[in-house]
């Protein structure tokens, strides 16, 4: 398998967010990739616009990006208050090259981060992949209800 390469962007994702930027701060397209993996391949975060996606970014401190060549082929990104508490959101792997480890680079990242290494609790909420997560030292939170308050 070609080189995965994965960059650990600047906090709110500048770079990406602006220029489009990729592996090397090289301009990579990388808001209309991200636009693409997102619809493609996270049911969840489908039809995000890029103003939405300039939104999100600009608000999250910790993001994360993998790429292989010219195309970006996963993403994870994470809020944190760096102390007590954070929380994982959109984690993603292209449907080609999940099961290969890649998703656990995401989330090793993400995790690694200064904004996230110290935190008491990490939460994030999945539909379908709680294995995926057991795996990596997360446990269902038996204990707690999930509660949503939709705009
Ligand atoms: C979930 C996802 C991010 C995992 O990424 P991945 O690259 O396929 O996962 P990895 O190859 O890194 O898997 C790491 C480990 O978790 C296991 N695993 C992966 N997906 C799993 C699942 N759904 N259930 C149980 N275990 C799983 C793998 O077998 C592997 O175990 P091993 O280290 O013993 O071999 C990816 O499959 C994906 O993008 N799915 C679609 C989007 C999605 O549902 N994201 C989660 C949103 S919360």
């Known amino acids: 398998m070609a080189r ?4 650990e962007h ?9 220029l489009g930027l990729g592996p090397k ?8 990739k991200l636009r693409r993996l997102l619809d493609k391949h996270a049911f969840w975060a489908r039809g995000r616009s890029p103003a939405q ?3 999100m970014l600009a608000g999250s401190q910790v993001v994360v990006s993998l790429w292989r060549g010219k195309r970006m082929v996963g993403f994870g990104r ?6 007590h508490r954070a929380v994982l ?16 680079r995401v989330v090793e990242a993400l995790l690694a981060s200064p904004h996230l290494r110290e935190v008491e609790r990490v939460y ?13 030292g997360f446990s269902h939170a038996s204990n707690q209800h999930l509660l949503i308050r939709k705009q």
């Open 53 to 55: 996606l300039r939104r």
């Open 25 to 32: 701060l090289r301009p990579s397209r990388g808001l209309l």
């Open 4 to 7: 995965i390469c994965l960059v």
């Open 78 to 83: 994470a809020n944190s208050d760096g102390i």
């Open 124 to 136: 994030l909420m999945t539909t379908n992949s709680s294995g995926f997560y057991q795996q990596l």
């Open 89 to 104: 959101w959109d984690i993603v792997v292209a449907g080609d090259l999940q099961g290969r480890g890649l998703g656990r």
């Open 10 to 18: 600047a906090p709110g994702a500048p770079g990406l967010r602006w």
